[in-house]
């Protein structure tokens, strides 16, 4: 549309929107060809239990290494990927390589977790999506149980019948659902219950002040609460400090993501983590059971 209007249409925008609706739209092409260049890669952020060392999980993050623009944030792609629809193409991708490096990893005999991929809302509501998740299943020989997809509030409660029958359909399917950056969107708790979803993600932001804001703590420790009553599993991203970890280990929280542990990181920095924390784990039960 930018391009439609020709050079004449210049004189209307201000030059601040020039440069952003020029910005986009570069964006936007490089993006389509980023698959087929191989500019885009997986990173993987652990999920962990410092309690034991075990780490539980471990969620997929995109990373885009633009040939001129270097590193390119997902807070800054995603949307644009959202708005202009690649994100259907892009989602498709993530999903299929999450499951090819996993069953990967299980064919190496490597101790596997399972992976959590985000997925956006076009995504979630495409016609394909069961069939796409199945396929990636099936192509990749990876079990169900190691795949877990991450919806926000907003995702869930779009469409809240529609979003029950995709629920329910995956869970038969064997996937793990998650919700993620839980507490700022505007679940309805009724919902909540008859979603059958596994686990709660606490929003960084909440996590971020829990030891000097008592409002961001008393939230916190209800979302934690709630999980607890409603028998699903809670994890605590972005936690930076080991305050914070202490807080939620106190609150009943025993999972956790953030750069405390680890920060997200390429394939192979992340095979070298989940060697040391089967090693570091499996000490951790020697000294247990010798304890014992
Ligand atoms: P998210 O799903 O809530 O992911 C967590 C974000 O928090 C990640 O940012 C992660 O790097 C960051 N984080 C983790 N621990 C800490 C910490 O201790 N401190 C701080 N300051 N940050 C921490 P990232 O990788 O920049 O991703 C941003 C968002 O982009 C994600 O938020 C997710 O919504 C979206 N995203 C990333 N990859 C994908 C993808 O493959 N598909 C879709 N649809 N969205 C994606
Ligand atoms: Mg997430
Ligand atoms: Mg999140
Ligand atoms: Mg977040």
Request: glycine residues 6%; proline residues 4%.
């Amino acid at each position: 549309a930018v391009k439609d209007k020709g050079r004449n249409s210049y004189h209307f925008f201000d030059s601040t929107m020039n440069e952003t609706v020029l910005n986009k739209f570069a964006l936007e092409n490089d993006l389509r060809k980023a698959i087929e260049q191989d500019q885009l890669e997986l990173y993987f952020q652990p999920k962990v239990n410092p309690l034991t060392h075990e780490l539980v999980g471990a969620e997929v993050l995109l990373r885009w290494k633009h040939p001129e623009r270097g590193m390119i944030s997902p807070a800054i792609f995603i949307p644009v990927a959202e708005e202009s629809g690649y994100i259907v193409e892009l989602g498709q991708w993530v999903l299929k390589q999450a499951c090819i490096i996993n069953s990967g990893w299980q064919s190496q005999g490597m101790p596997i977790v399972p992976l959590a991929i985000n997925m956006s809302s076009a995504n979630f509501r495409h016609p394909d999506l069961l069939a796409g998740v199945q396929r990636s299943l099936d192509e990749s020989k990876l079990l169900p149980s190691f795949l877990v997809l991450e919806l926000t509030e907003g995702i869930l409660m779009q469409d809240i019948s529609s979003t029950i029958d995709t629920l329910q359909a995956l869970k038969t399917m064997g996937v793990s659902l998650s919700v993620d950056d839980f507490g700022t969107g505007y679940s309805s708790l009724h919902y909540l219950k008859r979603f059958p979803i596994d686990e709660l993600k606490i929003d960084r932001s909440f996590v971020q002040d829990i030891v000097t804001d008592p409002n961001d703590a008393a939230i916190t420790a209800a979302i934690i609460g709630l999980a607890q009553n409603l028998k699903l599993s809670v994890v605590a991203e972005g936690v930076e400090t080991t305050e914070q970890a202490d807080f939620l280990l106190q609150r009943g929280c025993i999972t956790m993501q953030g750069f405390l542990f680890a920060r997200p990181m390429p394939k192979g920095e992340f095979e070298r983590f989940m060697m040391q924390s089967l090693q570091m784990a499996q000490q951790h039960k020697g000294v247990f059971m010798v304890d014992q």
